[in-house]
T-cell receptor
Framework: QKEVEQNSGPLSVPEGAIASLNCTYS??????FFWYRQYSGKSPELIMS????GDKEDGRFTAQLNKASQYVSLLIRDSQPSDSATYLC?????????FGKGTRLSVIA | DTGVSQDPRHKITKRGQNVTFRCDPI?????LYWYRQTLGQGPEFLTY????????KSRLLSDRFSAERPKGSFSTLEIQRTEQGDSAMYLC?????????????FGPGTRLTVL
């Protein structure tokens, strides 16, 4: 059973702070890694993808991948109340996407 | 480019009835996926298509569930003899399926309530 683990939260950060979201996965053959944002009652929205070790930055978002440690993270800089949502980590290898249960982020104004 | 669309957005049915959902992927996306999501869980893979071919089905998928993508464009997901445990959000996603990267984009979902 391939698993993706996330802390369910809630993770509370003040407005303007850096939010750090973490994810571990069990399948060493995983090749593609994604972060989705999901607002309550809405569908997941792709915000970052990462395929190789290291950091990938896109605006206020930075994804970090460490395949040796089977660990992927998402940093959100200058957090805004509009970032309050559930963040889903998803991993793909030789099987279709496996999602974690998500981390609920709350940005306090 | 329009996004993934799903119809209906909400469906309320009685236990034992059959329901069918439709998904229209992003145009020219070869791959189409179906997922199910319940409260507090991440989306759970059900099945996916590469063009009109159904390439994989989850082992957890009951034989009451069937999906088609007859012309490699839109897809339908049918649930026969619905049960209360089928109540969930049914999500469709599509991806280009080429170029080595498989970013999936989700539709708005169909929320099913089985009474």
């Amino acid at each position: 059973q391939k698993e993706v683990e996330q802390n369910s939260g809630p993770l509370s950060v003040p407005e303007g702070a850096i939010a750090s979201l973490n994810c571990t996965y069990s399948d060493r053959g995983s090749q593609s890694f994604f972060w989705y944002r999901q607002y309550s009652g809405k569908s997941p929205e792709l915000i970052m993808s990462i395929y190789s070790n290291g950091d990938k930055e896109d605006g206020r978002f930075t994804a970090q991948l460490n395949k040796a440690s089977q660990y992927v993270s998402l940093l959100i800089r200058d957090s805004q109340p509009s970032d309050s949502a559930t963040y889903l980590c998803a991993v793909e290898g030789n099987t279709p996407l496996v999602f974690g249960k998500g981390t609920r982020l709350s940005v306090i104004a | 480019d329009t996004g993934v669309s799903q119809d209906p957005r909400h469906k309320i049915t009685k236990r034992g009835q059959n329901v069918t959902f439709r998904c229209d992927p992003i145009s020219e996306h070869n791959r189409l996926y179906w997922y199910r999501q319940t409260l507090g869980q991440g989306p759970e893979f059900l099945t996916y298509f590469q063009n009109e071919a159904q390439l994989e089905k989850s082992r957890l998928l009951s034989d009451r569930f069937s999906a088609e993508r007859p012309k490699g464009s839109f897809s339908t997901l049918e649930i026969q003899r619905t049960e209360q445990g089928d109540s969930a959000m049914y999500l469709c996603a599509s991806s280009p399926g080429t170029g080595g990267y498989n970013e999936q984009f989700f539709g708005p979902g169909t929320r099913l309530t089985v009474l």
